[in-house]
């Protein structure tokens, strides 16, 4: 774990010394493969965080732009020899633009006004944060909450309801809060920390005031911003979190339950910090099949599965690049519907299908649980 501070760490710069400059990360970059823009690459990223790890603040607009594209991923870690953490090291990047007046953008700024103000991120209206849910919300106490998130709630609506009635389906014992907030991901990844330290201080107040010591989520984001971003910024906190994908395999077989088998063919597609950083590969992949799916696997798939290109702010400010990395996605994808348990990579793959006419069904592992289990 690299150490986070108000400037980047020694361990930071050991770690660029460390790098050959195999281009080795080149090969897998996303967004290099996507572009072919050389400031696109891990390579080149690195040389920008030497430059301000020597207190360099004059950096061009391009050197700035390399930071704030990468999807932070992790494709590159699982390739580089060196084992050299870009992911971490970028958000320490950030975080010392912040620092040093060099950033966050203004795009950036607009989005993290409407949390500010709206409490999500996809500017929607708080007072139909709820309207996906089939039926009145729910007033039960329990010790589980069920997070939809801001994605699902407004973006991807139906992965929410979902991910919502299975969980009833099932019989799991969870709450839902009407109050409830942006996970405050999109703070971090731009590089406020300061204003993620609050946001995510607010809500794991809100959660010990409910007695919540677990938290089920829809989306891979708030995922791993609730395990990975919250104890870096809040040390120990007072509640774990699943996905509800890791849950579905062992609830279904438990239970003695026989999903309806729907007889498909689909192509999973791993998000990146579902999968890759958090290794939840087998659980998708076993619903899938326990409901008669066939998975139709990528060429690359689990720890090197192709991004979506939606994720560390990059769609709200770079759209194009977004559009040709799911782009790249779609057109290796061997079936014709793909499956997601991530809204956002749902959200981006499914528009630029859509955009770019390449006929692909998109949808959320849930939707096809609920459909097999009604």
């Known amino acids: 774990m690299l150490m986070f501070s108000n400037s980047l760490s020694q361990d930071i710069m050991e770690q660029i010394t ?29 040389s920008v965080t030497g430059k301000l790890g020597n207190g360099d603040t004059v950096l061009s607009s391009e050197e700035i732009e390399s930071l704030y594209t990468c999807p932070q991923c992790g ?14 090291i970028m958000d320490c990047c950030r975080r010392d633009l912040v620092v040093k007046g060099l950033g966050p953008l203004d795009q950036q700024n607009n989005v993290m006004e409407g949390i500010l103000k709206k409490g999500n991120a996809a500017n929607g209206d708080p007072d139909k944060r709820w309207e996906w849910l089939p039926d009145a919300f729910p007033t039960n ?15 991807v609506p139906a992965s929410a309801r979902s991910s919502y009635l299975v969980l009833k389906k099932l019989g799991v014992d969870f709450m839902m809060l009407k ?25 794991q107040e809100r959660f010990r005031n409910r007695g919540i010591r677990r938290v089920i ?21 007072t509640f774990e979190t699943v996905h509800v994908a890791e849950m579905l395999p062992t609830l279904i077989m438990d239970k003695g339950i026989e999903p309806k088998k729907l007889n498909r063919v689909a192509t999973y597609l791993d998000p990146c910090r579902l999968g890759r950083k ?3 590969f087998d659980p998708p ?6 409901c008669g799916v066939e998975v139709r696997e990528m060429a690359a798939n689990r720890d090197q599965a192709s991004c979506c290109g939606a994720g560390a702010g990059i769609r709200s400010v770079y ?17 014709e519907t793909l499956v997601t348990s991530c809204p956002f990579c749902s959200f981006n793959i499914k528009y630029t299908a859509r955009k770019e006419q390449k006929g692909k069904t998109v949808t959320y592992l849930t939707d096809l649980v609920l459909e097999a289990l009604s």
């Open 18 to 46: 460390r790098c050959t400059r195999c281009g080795m990360c080149v090969d897998v970059c996303p967004t290099y493969k996507a572009s072919h823009k050389n400031t696109y690459t891990p390579l080149f990223r690195l």
């Open 75 to 88: 494709l590159c870690e699982v390739i580089c020899p060196e084992g050299i953490k870009v992911s971490e």
């Open 141 to 155: 106490e329990s010790d589980t909450v069920f997070y939809a998130g801001c994605l699902s709630c407004y973006l």
């Open 179 to 203: 109050d409830e907030d942006c996970c405050g991901i999109y703070f971090y990844n731009a590089g406020r920390w300061d204003l993620a330290k609050e946001k995510f201080e607010e809500n």
């Open 217 to 237: 989520t829809a989306c891979a984001g708030c995922y791993y911003c609730f395990k990975r971003y919250y104890p870096r910024l809040l040390g120990q906190l």
């Open 278 to 280: 958090e290794k939840v």
């Open 285 to 290: 992949r076993e619903i899938l099949q326990l």
């Open 319 to 335: 759209r194009d690049l977004s559009h040709q990395i799911a782009l790249q996605v779609i057109e290796h994808a061997p079936a």
